[in-house]
Structures are given as C-alpha cells and as structure tokens.
C-alpha cells in the first residue's frame, strides 16, 4: 500500500491567479486565429489607405479620357476605366474614404445620442424619460433604409446629410441598448453606496453606470459600421445617397451596371471592396462580442486558472505529495 508523504517544509506558496482582462482575452484570441488577425490587418490598411489617400501616387479620379473609355485591367489602368475613361484604381480607393468617413461619422453621432438618451431613460424614472423611450418605439417601427431614404430626400444628398439620415435610424439601436444595460445596473450594490454616500447623479451616471454600460456600446459600434457603408452604398447605388462626380462604391456599381456583360470590372471591384469589408468588420465584431461577454470571460477564466489533475500511471504510477514530488512507498 503506497501512502503519501505529507510534507510541510517545503511547500511553495499557492501562485497568484492570473488576471484575465478583456482586452488581454481579445489580443490572445485574435492572434490565435489567422483569420480574425487578417480581418484586423485588412481594417487597419484600409483605414490607413483612406486616412492617406490623398498622399497616393494615384492618378486623379475624376480624369475624363475617351481614348481609353472602358479599358480592361492593363498595367496603365490596373483595374481598368469606366464609361469616361477615369481609372477604376484610383476611384476604388477615394471611395473607401467617403465610406469610412460615412461609417465612422454614423457610429460617433448615433452613439453619442443613443447614449444620452439611453441614460436618461435608464436611470431616471417619470415623465420625459418615457416620453423619450416611447419617441424611440416610433422611429424603430420604421426601416433603416426608407428613413434614410426619407431624409435624404428632404435634406439633399451629400455626404453629411447621408451621415444624418443613417444615424436618424442606427439611433433606437444605442438608445435601446444603453437603456437596457443602465436599467439593469442602476439597482447594484455599488450604485446604492454611492447613493447613500452622498455622490450626485451625475457623477454616479460616469462614474460608475456608463463605465459597465460600455461594453455592449462597443459591440454594437463594430456592427454598426459596415451596417453604414452598405446603407451608404445603397443610396448612393439608387441615386440619392452620394452622387457624381464624388466616387463611392455604390455610385460606381451603379454606373457599371450598364454595361456589366460588355465591362464586368467596373461592377465587380466596387463590389469586391463592399463585401470584404462588411466582411471584416462583421468577424472582428464577433471577436469583440465573444470578448465582452462576461460569461464566456468568466469561463475561460475559470478555465486557466484551475489546477490541472495529475497524471496517474495505474499501478506503476509513483503518487504525488502537496509539495508536488513523487511519495516514497511505504
């Protein structure tokens, strides 16, 4: 009969359990996973492609040449020219600035709206907040893309005023979503002491309802940018969003729709562009929303920090003591 030794000198101290942040969680994730990692390289380039495309050796996307109207792909014209002999190329990357601007502008104005209104209606109780949440029923009864249709027609079609239609309809979303989240904190232990101590409603509201309110925010906001770039493309595809001679990718499928069987490339790489990144927006949001879910967070927490059982070799298996060496036989 084999008896473990207990052995109380040599001990080592229990090891510290790891801190698993949530940002910690999504590096790791991301770099474990080639395609989520080329998802945020993609984001990344076409961010910086849109940031400094100004900079680009490019050739000027409004240069009107007959000569070489409707070029296949050459090494002159690298994605061929359209129906005015302007360059594909060059007209492919000055659309990914309107549409990230378009994305981006959507996010920040309807986010920082929704949050307001949100707040309001999550942690205040009376009159004005259901007012407030019940405007907000309203304009969810009504689709994304026929208010933004509205609008633009009312405001004109530019740039911004596509910014603000959109956003008119990504607002319910962040509103919604704020509320829900501050509705379900506002009656935590931690928002009652701070009550009770004597902090004022503001600084309860940022200091400690909008700081663990945020995390459904963030997720939201890598939906809702490529949400926005296809609205965008939509309109400016029908005509009323962002028109000529101001390039999109929506008003350039638009334009090539005409002659897609006698010059395929003028639909084809605006709409390439569109899907990959929708789609790397979507997969990099689904990183993020596995990230910020505190029970998958919790989970493999408990995961990494549990002690892993020791292996037993059946009877020839030597039997380990506390301190971790092999028991002598009795």
């Not at 390289?41 to 940031?51: E, H, K, M, N, R």
């Amino acid at each position: 009969m084999r008896v473990a030794a207990a052995s109380t000198g040599n001990v080592p101290p229990l090891a510290a359990p790891k801190r698993y942040t949530v940002w910690n969680r999504l590096a790791s994730s991301t770099l474990r996973q080639p395609l989520i990692l080329s998802c945020l390289v993609f984001i990344g380039l076409i961010t910086l492609i849109a940031i400094v495309v100004p900079l680009l050796p490019l050739q000027d996307p409004d240069a009107q040449s007959f000569v070489f109207r409707l070029k296949p792909p050459s090494g002159v014209h690298w994605l061929g020219t359209d129906r005015l002999g302007r360059d594909i190329f060059s007209r492919v990357f000055w659309s990914a600035r309107i549409s990230l601007f378009v994305g981006v502008g959507v996010v920040v104005l309807s986010g920082l709206a929704g949050t307001v209104l949100g707040m309001i209606g999550g942690y205040f109780s009376g009159w004005f907040s259901s007012l407030i949440m019940r405007l907000i029923d309203i304009l969810l009864a009504f689709p994304p893309l026929i208010l933004a249709l509205v609008l633009v027609t009312v405001l004109g079609n530019n740039v911004f005023t596509v910014i603000l239609a959109i956003s008119v309809g990504a607002l319910p979303r962040f509103t919604r979503i704020a509320q829900g989240s501050i509705l379900s904190i506002r009656e935590r232990g931690y928002v009652e002491a701070a009550r009770a101590l004597g902090a004022t409603n503001r600084s309860i509201m940022l200091r400690h309802v909008l700081l663990n309110a945020v995390d459904p925010l963030i997720v939201i906001s890598t939906f809702l940018i490529p949400l926005a770039i296809i609205l965008e493309a939509t309109l400016s595809f029908i005509g009323v969003g962002v028109t000529e001679p101001t390039p999109t990718w929506g008003n350039m499928i638009s334009s090539g729709q005409v002659v897609l069987v006698e010059a395929p490339w003028l639909t084809l790489f605006p709409a390439l562009a569109i899907g990959l990144t929708v789609l790397a927006f979507n997969l990099f949001g689904d990183a993020v929303r596995d990230a910020l879910d505190p029970s998958v967070v919790d989970l493999d927490a408990s995961r990494a920090e549990a002690p892993r059982p020791a292996r037993t070799g059946g009877s020839q298996g030597a039997e380990l003591n506390l301190a971790g060496e092999a028991a002598e036989p009795a």
